[in-house]
């Protein structure tokens, strides 16, 4: 059932009522979310064709943004994610790569989801190796 099916009123509900209650809720918000985090790494021209740019913008360019737009600590974000501060330094400047277990990390922390990080990676990687045969 949908959570935009349910509607919740002011009644006395018991403790473990509440609590099934509440988790079913943060179930399908989790839900909603994921569906609403699901981007297309493509962007599209008025007639629908897919447009490629020289522009590549790293996945731990974007994280950063995220975490600064978040105001959290990047030492505290590195220890909730198990990594050194320093790897997560490398993360932002680019010179490590998220890969599906760090991407797992960011989804439990941040609830962006996995698919988004390895999105960006593999479309950073993609125009990376394009870019690369298009020189040899």
Not at 21 to 39: D, H, P, R
Not at 58 to 75: C, I, M, N, Q
Request: no cysteine; charged share 30%; glycine share 4%.
């Amino acid at each position: 059932m949908r959570l935009s099916s349910w509607k919740i009123s002011a009644t006395i509900i018991p403790d473990v009522k509440i609590f099934k209650l509440l988790k079913f809720l943060k179930k399908e918000l989790y839900q909603i979310l994921q569906e609403t985090y699901i981007v297309v790494n493509q962007v599209l021209s008025k007639n629908g064709e897919e447009l490629i740019t020289d522009f590549v913008l790293h996945p731990g360019e974007a994280l950063l943004d995220e975490v600064e737009a978040r105001k959290l600590k990047k030492s505290e974000l590195a220890k909730a994610l198990n990594i050194l501060p320093g790897h997560l330094s490398e993360l932002f400047s680019g010179k490590r790569n998220i890969t599906a277990t760090t991407a797992v990390k960011l989804e439990r922390e941040l609830g962006i989801s996995a698919e988004y990080w390895i999105g960006l990676q593999t479309d950073y990687d993609l125009a990376n190796a394009r870019r690369e045969l298009e020189v040899a």
